[in-house]
Protein backbone atom coordinates (compact mmCIF):
# COMPACT_ATOMS: atom_id res chain seq x y z
CA UNK A 1 0.00 0.00 0.00
CA UNK A 2 1.19 3.52 -0.63
CA UNK A 3 0.96 6.09 1.37
CA UNK A 4 2.96 9.66 1.94
CA UNK A 5 4.11 11.14 5.38
CA UNK A 6 3.39 14.54 6.23
CA UNK A 7 5.98 16.99 7.70
CA UNK A 8 5.57 18.43 10.99
CA UNK A 9 4.51 21.74 9.85
CA UNK A 10 1.86 20.20 7.64
CA UNK A 11 0.29 18.06 10.69
CA UNK A 12 0.40 21.10 12.57
CA UNK A 13 -1.57 22.62 9.91
CA UNK A 14 -4.18 19.48 9.78
CA UNK A 15 -4.81 19.97 13.93
CA UNK A 16 -5.91 23.06 13.81
CA UNK A 17 -8.21 22.52 11.23
CA UNK A 18 -11.67 22.84 11.94
CA UNK A 19 -13.13 22.32 8.21
CA UNK A 20 -11.93 19.38 5.53
CA UNK A 21 -8.59 20.20 4.35
CA UNK A 22 -8.07 20.30 0.30
CA UNK A 23 -5.12 18.27 -0.44
CA UNK A 24 -3.65 19.49 -3.96
CA UNK A 25 -1.16 18.83 -6.50
CA UNK A 26 1.44 21.09 -7.02
CA UNK A 27 -0.55 22.88 -9.76
CA UNK A 28 -4.02 22.83 -7.65
CA UNK A 29 -5.83 20.53 -8.97
CA UNK A 30 -7.67 19.51 -5.52
CA UNK A 31 -6.80 15.41 -5.28
CA UNK A 32 -8.62 14.74 -1.69
CA UNK A 33 -9.36 16.19 1.60
CA UNK A 34 -8.74 15.59 4.97
CA UNK A 35 -11.22 15.93 7.60
CA UNK A 36 -10.53 17.02 10.82
CA UNK A 37 -10.46 15.61 14.19
CA UNK A 38 -13.68 17.47 16.18
CA UNK A 39 -12.29 16.57 19.66
CA UNK A 40 -15.23 16.84 22.32
CA UNK A 41 -13.57 19.62 23.56
CA UNK A 42 -13.57 21.85 20.07
CA UNK A 43 -17.39 20.61 20.25
CA UNK A 44 -18.20 21.83 23.75
CA UNK A 45 -16.35 25.07 22.65
CA UNK A 46 -18.67 25.28 19.52
CA UNK A 47 -21.84 24.84 21.81
CA UNK A 48 -20.41 26.92 24.39
CA UNK A 49 -20.02 30.27 21.57
CA UNK A 50 -23.46 29.01 19.67
CA UNK A 51 -25.18 29.83 22.91
CA UNK A 52 -23.86 32.97 24.10
CA UNK A 53 -25.61 36.02 23.22
CA UNK A 54 -23.68 37.79 20.44
CA UNK A 55 -22.98 40.32 19.63
CA UNK A 56 -23.93 38.88 16.49
CA UNK A 57 -22.46 40.21 12.81
CA UNK A 58 -23.34 38.96 9.49
CA UNK A 59 -20.79 38.25 6.86
CA UNK A 60 -21.69 41.47 4.96
CA UNK A 61 -21.16 43.72 8.17
CA UNK A 62 -18.06 42.13 9.08
CA UNK A 63 -16.76 42.68 5.81
CA UNK A 64 -18.28 46.33 5.69
CA UNK A 65 -16.28 46.68 9.17
CA UNK A 66 -13.23 45.29 7.96
CA UNK A 67 -13.62 47.73 5.09
CA UNK A 68 -14.04 50.77 7.37
CA UNK A 69 -11.04 49.74 9.06
CA UNK A 70 -8.71 49.40 6.10
CA UNK A 71 -9.83 52.93 4.71
CA UNK A 72 -9.00 54.41 8.32
CA UNK A 73 -5.88 52.81 8.47
CA UNK A 74 -5.04 54.20 4.90
CA UNK A 75 -6.54 57.76 5.83
CA UNK A 76 -4.87 57.68 9.13
CA UNK A 77 -1.56 56.10 8.71
CA UNK A 78 -2.00 53.22 11.14
CA UNK A 79 -3.16 53.43 14.43
CA UNK A 80 -3.08 51.17 17.92
CA UNK A 81 -5.70 48.31 19.68
CA UNK A 82 -7.33 51.60 21.54
CA UNK A 83 -7.99 53.19 18.55
CA UNK A 84 -8.98 50.37 16.46
CA UNK A 85 -11.81 49.37 18.92
CA UNK A 86 -12.87 52.83 18.95
CA UNK A 87 -13.63 52.99 15.40
CA UNK A 88 -15.58 49.86 15.41
CA UNK A 89 -17.81 51.43 18.12
CA UNK A 90 -18.58 54.32 15.69
CA UNK A 91 -18.86 51.60 12.68
CA UNK A 92 -20.67 49.81 14.70
CA UNK A 93 -22.82 52.51 15.85
CA UNK A 94 -23.55 53.87 12.75
CA UNK A 95 -25.13 50.32 11.34
CA UNK A 96 -27.92 50.90 14.16
CA UNK A 97 -28.79 53.86 12.64
Known sequence: MTRIVLTEEQVKVLSLAVAPVP??????????????ELSPEFIAEMKRRAASSGPWYTGAQMRHHLEALQEAWDREGGFDK???????????????K
Open 23 to 36: VCHPEGKVLGTVDP
Open 82 to 96: ARMRELLEQIRAADQ
